[in-house]
DNA sequence: CTTCGACCTGGATAT
DNA sequence: CGGACCAGGTCGAAA
């Protein structure tokens, strides 16, 4: 890797002047539910109670305590030399750059909605959702990249999480720019929509193990790259969620329930109600939901989403997460 | 409109 | 009613 290595911090108390905090009470963030429960792939336990992942660019290690969430950004390796050679003022390009750390860190986990308010609301309206609550506490939609969600959740399909995330990993290491090295493991941005338009990408991730859905995201990155482009893809947060979920949908291997998964977690759907053979159990065993059919036809998932909808609430999303 | 089978791969389980 | 190749599905074809 690099030639001065950097190490992985899992703690603030060993340098507490690289890392800094935000406040952020339990009952508003769990890290370790919702970095862990497949909302991304990205995030990895890299010590008890320290998540280290790649965030806009940028390799982070995450933690909380009390009721603040500490985080530690590094820096690319050649950094230090960009430093040297701007030869610019340090203090005032640190001060801009923790502002910019807070924000990109407050809207990944949006911290501004209020997740206790949203728990008493569903615990009110839902006796199973209490039962739950008191376990899960602090589980809120992160608000993720559109592209690295998009692609993410097409190597969901019929799919583990065990091999997803290795998927997810090796499509980074093959295809997205290398940010850092810690502790000798390399650290890679998601790659960007350009990257997998290639003539050759197919055949690339068949050779990474991606199977038949390496068909998917090629030809989904050909389509959107050359339809809406990466820019609309981002656009579609401003649109109405019937509209986001159409032109979704018209992409090669996003059906209703990937679609809704992205809706959710990368383009300020929070009605959007991802439904999987799960949740489908779910309706049926624990909500009583009766539906004609056997299957999860398409008809079925809407009605499914909607009873949440009208169970939870315009942020049944949010609730379904929990 | 619903139902079916195929689809890559590897984990978990049972021969 | 229990157990089963299936796992956080999607696609194309067929009745």
Redesign the pocket.
């Given at each position: 890797c690099s030639p001065t290595p950097m190490k992985l911090r899992d703690a603030p108390s060993a340098c507490p002047s690289l890392w800094r905090c935000l406040p952020c009470p339990l009952a508003e963030l769990r890290l370790d539910l919702v970095l862990s429960?497949?909302?991304s792939f990205r995030w990895w336990e890299s010590s008890p109670g320290a998540w280290t992942g790649v965030l806009g660019d940028r390799v982070w290690t995450l933690r909380q305590d009390g009721d603040r969430l500490w985080y530690t950004v590094y820096g690319e390796e050649d950094e230090h030399k960009k430093e040297e050679e701007r030869d610019g003022c340090p203090a005032r390009a640190a001060k801009l750059d923790v502002a910019e750390t807070d924000r990109i860190l407050r809207d990944y986990f949006q911290l501004d909605v209020g997740l206790s308010a949203l728990y008493r609301a569903w615990a009110a309206a839902d006796p199973l959702f209490r039962k739950v609550a008191n376990d899960f506490p602090g589980v809120r939609v992160l608000r993720q990249d559109p592209v690295e969600c998009l692609f993410s959740f097409?190597c969901?399909?019929?799919?583990?999480?065990?091999?997803?995330t290795?998927m997810i990993e090796r499509l980074c290491q093959a295809f997205g720019r290398r940010l850092c090295c810690l502790d000798s493991r390399p650290f890679h941005a998601f790659p960007p929509l350009s990257a997998l338009t290639g003539a050759d990408a197919e055949a690339r991730l068949?050779a990474l193990?991606?199977?038949?859905?390496a068909?998917?995201v090629s030809g989904s990155a050909r389509a959107i790259a050359e339809g809406l482009g990466t820019e609309g893809l981002c656009q579609l947060r401003t649109a109405p969620y019937a509209e986001a979920r159409r032109v979704l949908?018209a992409?090669?291997?996003?059906?209703?329930?990937?679609?809704d998964?992205v809706c959710l977690l990368s383009l300020d759907k929070a009605e959007a109600v991802?439904v999987?053979?799960?949740v489908w159990h779910i309706a049926r065993q624990r909500y009583g939901v009766a539906l004609?059919?056997?299957?999860?036809?398409?008809?079925?998932y809407q009605e499914i989403g909607d009873f949440f909808r009208g169970l939870w609430g315009p942020r049944a999303g949010w609730a379904q997460a929990v």
């Open positions: 429960s497949g909302q097409i969901t399909s019929n799919n583990h999480i065990s091999r997803i290795a068949r193990g991606f199977g038949y859905r068909k998917f949908c992409l090669p291997g996003v059906g209703a329930k990937v679609a998964c991802p999987d053979t799960h004609g059919g056997k299957s999860l036809t398409p008809r079925a």
